[in-house]
């Protein structure tokens, strides 16, 4: 009886370790088999090529070997092998970039993804422009790219003068390896680098390119003419001036006599001079400029290639200068003959001839202005004569007395107050007028008026009533507008 009960429950206690065990290697399997088992994988996110690199895969908190597979992109299979936790190491080549992911052979559980970027080291940064060579005008765009002979994954910084071109800034336009100016400008002339870099985290390289000197040219200005005469001996020669204000050399100028182009020449610099043989009293023509760039042609005002020799009357005009409290400061004598193209002048004071400079006068204009700071009373007139003949007659103005005198300037001030004054007088005496010509009509009106009612009575002591259906004549009202003015 015993024993059949021992027999019992060894038989039971057998079913629940079968049981038991059962239910363990069922968990596991659905463990390996469940979602539970689920691989990371982890590893760089870059490297350079030709480095090596290591990717880990394990299950976390998992002790039992696994078989694991590395993959890549759509699923092909790099490594596998059979660890608890297991190291692929990888070969870096142009090739390994890509999307990196481990699976478990068994159940085919896949891991988390990395991409990895396979970096190759940046060489050989240069500059290149359009235009090339670099030389621009102003208003128009120039471009600059920064080129490198290899490397991958870049970045790009840009200087100018040395200085790192922000990417904020409104002078240029930033795209990756390309810098853009719309339109150029005297700032954007100067030194440009630039500099790539690959973007790593750790241990990023560099290349840098040579500098690039970009040259912004102004636009020329219209150019000017001038001449000048000198004698040569017997004959007598034009000294031509072509020269624009503004602009990059060089330039080419040309000189045209009545549309006929006499003479070309092509300068470092913005004037540029042109000899022509002249006639005294002789009409050339109209002579004109012509300046030439890359871009531009343009032509100066005609001037007459005319020598007219000095002759006529001579005279001087005299005014002036007066300081801030009215007095006469200073009198300013220009000498004016009635023609000369080439004048030259000289000055006398009581017959005695006035040097070009002194302590109390100064001389401008070619001579022809003279400028007494401190006034000497005497007579005082001008020579003029031919600048380019030293051997013909000086003519000569009438003299004129200048002494300095302590009356005041009337100012402008007064001038002002006495205008106003008159005007205020004007106004009122205007007013004056009109309100007294309205009286005196409006008592004219009013008499006549009483005139009539004491006629219209008496006619009516006299004369039968009219009809009664006769209508009343009109009266006839005259409007009198007068104007006046200030």
Not at 70 to 86: H, P, T
Not at 211 to 220: D, F, L, W
Not at 263 to 280: A, N, T
Not at 360 to 387: E, K, M, N, P, W
């Amino acid at each position: 009886m015993i024993s059949s009960r021992v027999k019992a429950c060894m038989m039971a206690g057998s079913l629940c370790f079968l049981l038991k065990s059962l239910w363990v290697l069922l968990g596991l399997v659905t463990e390996i088999g469940g979602s539970r088992l689920k691989p990371v994988l982890s590893g760089p996110s870059e490297a350079y090529v030709r480095s090596e690199v290591q990717f880990e895969c394990a299950v976390p908190g998992w002790s039992s070997p696994l078989s694991y597979e590395l993959r890549k992109d759509a699923g092909e299979l790099i490594a596998a092998e059979n660890k608890v936790k297991v190291s692929f190491s990888l070969q870096v080549t142009e090739g390994s970039e890509g999307k990196y992911y481990c699976r478990l052979t068994a159940g085919g559980q896949t891991s988390n993804t990395i991409h990895f970027h396979a970096v190759i080291p940046v060489v050989g940064a240069s500059l290149t422009s359009v235009p090339a060579p670099p030389i621009v005008y102003e208003g128009q765009r120039l471009v600059l790219r920064c080129l490198v002979r290899k490397g991958t994954h870049l970045s790009f910084i840009w200087y100018h003068n040395k200085q790192e071109v922000n990417s904020s800034s409104e002078l240029y336009s930033l795209s990756r390896d390309t810098l853009t100016v719309d339109v150029a400008s005297e700032v954007h002339a100067g030194i440009y680098s630039c500099t790539a870099q690959n973007q790593m985290t750790i241990n990023p390289r560099f290349s840098s390119s040579r500098n690039h000197h970009i040259i912004v040219k102004k636009h020329i200005s219209a150019p000017t003419l001038s001449f000048t005469v000198f004698s040569n001996g017997s004959s007598l020669t034009a000294n031509i001036s072509c020269g624009s204000v503004r602009g990059s050399p060089p330039v080419t100028f040309s000189v045209l006599l009545d549309g006929l182009e006499l003479d070309v020449k092509r300068v470092d610099s913005l004037e540029s001079w042109f000899i022509l043989p002249v006639s005294v009293g002789v009409d050339m023509g109209a002579a004109r400029c012509k300046v030439q760039t890359d871009t531009q042609q343009l032509l100066s005002d005609p001037v007459q290639l005319h020598v007219v020799p000095v002759g006529g009357a001579v005279r001087v005009v005299v005014s002036y200068l007066h300081d801030a409290g009215g007095m006469v400061a200073a009198a300013r004598l220009k000498c004016v003959p009635d023609k000369g193209t080439f004048p030259t002048f000289s000055w006398r004071l009581n017959h005695s001839s006035l040097p070009p400079e002194g302590d109390t006068h100064a001389v401008t204009h070619h001579g022809q202005i003279l400028i007494l700071t401190d006034i000497s009373a005497g007579f005082y007139r001008c020579h003029v004569r031919d600048s380019f003949n030293h051997s013909s007659v000086w003519m000569e103005s009438k003299d004129i007395f200048i002494q300095k005198t302590d009356l005041p300037a009337t100012p402008v001030e007064v001038i002002a107050l006495v205008f106003c004054g008159f005007l205020s007088i004007v106004i009122i005496g205007g007013s004056v007028f009109m309100f007294w010509s309205i009286e005196r009509e409006n008592h004219t009106c009013t008499h006549h008026c009483h005139q009539d009612v004491i006629q219209s009575e008496m006619i009516a002591m006299d004369v039968p009533i009219a009809d009664a259906s006769s209508e009343p004549q009109p009266v006839e009202m005259k409007t009198v507008i007068m104007e006046f003015e200030a």
